[in-house]
């Protein structure tokens, strides 16, 4: 009997390894999102881009506000392009909205500078874009169906060889008793 235990204890394991694996990787998947460099309306910085990355600009500000982004520098022309929808990722406090993505041709170090007209508290930033956040996410709704799946089956299968086996040893014992 203590086989039909450890079946089933390898499959309560998978099932706590899935979970595991999916809350480490959607958490993984968001907190690369977050902006790591920020900065303020007017500031110049310099951004290590790698198309690779797929970065993206992020806002954080209290009201609407109109901006102008602008991209230079880097071994090639980089341009700046709008986002569709509405990413929103939040980080250390503040509520972070995509709204450019930065497609350079190479990897390269670009300067980056933004600003806005109203008199608003405003920071910028920039990490990666939300759409590349879908493959960890993904990648870990597998591990949760999967891994536990796999724990099932192995479940299954100890328990029917266990059962198929006692049932074939009692029936040895019925005809040799």
């Known amino acids: 009997m ?6 089933w204890g390898v499959f309560v394991a998978c099932c706590v390894a ?3 694996l999916f809350g480490g990787s959607v958490a993984g998947g968001v907190a690369n999102l977050a902006p790591t460099r920020t900065f303020a309306s007017g500031e110049t910085i310099t951004v290590p ?3 690779a990355q797929k970065p993206g600009v992020y806002i954080a500000s209290d009201t609407r506000v ?3 982004c602008s991209i230079t520098g880097g071994s ?4 700046l392009a709008r986002t569709t929808g509405s990413q929103k990722v939040t980080a250390g406090g503040a509520v972070w909205e995509q709204f450019l993505v930065i497609n350079a041709p190479a990897k ?3 300067q980056l500078t933004c600003t806005n007209q109203e008199q608003a508290a405003v920071r910028y930033g920039v990490g990666r874009d939300a759409f590349s956040a879908v493959g960890g996410i993904t990648g870990g709704l597998a591990a949760l169906i999967l891994v536990p799946a796999a724990g099932l089956l192995v479940a299954i299968g100890g328990t029917i060889t266990v059962l198929v086996r006692r049932s074939g040893a009692r ?3 019925a005809v040799g008793g």
């Open 2 to 7: 203590w086989w039909l235990a450890a079946a």
């Open 18 to 20: 899935g979970v595991l």
């Open 49 to 51: 881009v790698d198309p």
């Open 66 to 68: 109109t901006y102008d």
């Open 76 to 79: 090639g022309q980089a341009r």
């Open 108 to 110: 390269g170090d670009y």
């Open 171 to 173: 029936k040895r014992l």
